[in-house]
């Protein structure tokens, strides 16, 4: 099993930067993709971001590329979600998952695990 931790959720306004981290704990090393998604009240769950352990490799919805930058600390089995330029459109729960199968992906199908979600609400 492995436990995602979310954190750095908040409220803050258009413009502005956050930082969310997501530290893993329990079975780390079956993780091989870490990925953001989030939920915007009344709507699916999206998929945001995701990196693989091992080689760094990232992937990004088209909504945020240029934005928010994900990355990873592999000796603390952290991940991270570096946002910027926010915008009210990016209030969510943000969420961290992980999936033990290689490949990037943003189907939420794959991902296994998954943290309990943080909030982050953007104002105008």
């Known amino acids: 099993q492995v436990q995602l931790e979310e954190s750095g959720g908040g409220v803050v306004q258009a413009g502005d930067s956050l930082r969310l981290s997501c530290a893993a704990s329990?079975?780390?090393?079956?993780?091989?993709?870490m990925g953001w998604f989030r939920q915007a009240p009344g709507k699916e769950r999206e998929f945001v971001a995701a990196?693989?352990?091992?080689?760094?490799?990232?992937m990004y919805t088209d909504s945020v590329k240029g934005r928010f930058a994900i990355s990873r600390d592999n000796a603390k089995n952290t991940v991270y979600l570096q946002m910027n330029s926010l915008n009210p459109d990016d209030t969510a729960v943000y969420y961290c998952?992980?999936?033990?199968?290689?490949?990037?992906?943003?189907?939420?199908?794959?991902?296994?695990?998954w943290g309990q979600g943080t909030q982050v609400t953007v104002s105008s």
């Open positions: 998952a992980a999936k033990t199968s290689l490949g990037l992906t943003g189907r939420i199908s794959w991902y296994g695990y």
């Open positions: 329990g079975r780390t090393f079956s993780a091989a993709v």
């Open positions: 990196i693989s352990k091992s080689t760094g490799s990232t």
